[in-house]
Nanobody
Framework: QVQLVESGGGLVQAGGSLRVSCAAS????????IGWFRRAPGKAREVVAT????????YYADSVKGRFTLSRDNAKNTVYLQMNSLKPEDTAVYYC???????????WGQGTQVTVSS
């Protein structure tokens, strides 16, 4: 239903910033929620933040609240995750996924690596 492509990952020092992008294609995002997830080596996947496309309602995990900010660009059909004050524990592969009508997360992107050095 939706194709998602993540980009913008890289290597950054602790305290630095990165912006990762989730570009969507295939259909309109109206009615979808877009979520950012991450998985570090040896750890379970965790939700980072979510945004409801139409209304712009957002959710942030406690671990990133106040440091990460979601935004969307309607013209580019893209969701951005601005990550500030990065910590080594933020190191992970970051994925985006879509959720429509509360049916569950699907249409996962390929992921983008974020590495935060000490």
């Amino acid at each position: 239903q939706v194709q998602l492509v993540e980009s913008g990952g890289g290597l950054v020092q602790a305290g630095g910033s990165l912006r990762v992008s989730c570009a969507a294609s295939g259909r309109t995002l109206s009615g979808f929620t877009i979520g950012w997830f991450r998985r570090a080596p040896g750890k379970a996947r965790e939700v980072v933040a979510t945004i409801t496309w139409s209304g712009g309602s957002t959710y942030y995990a406690d671990s990133v609240k106040g440091r990460f900010t979601l935004s969307r660009d309607n013209a580019k059909n893209t969701v951005y995750l601005q990550m500030n004050s990065l910590k080594p524990e933020d190191t992970a592969v970051y994925y985006c996924a879509a959720n429509w009508g509360g049916t569950g997360w699907s249409d996962w992107g390929q992921g983008t690596q974020v590495t935060v050095s000490s």
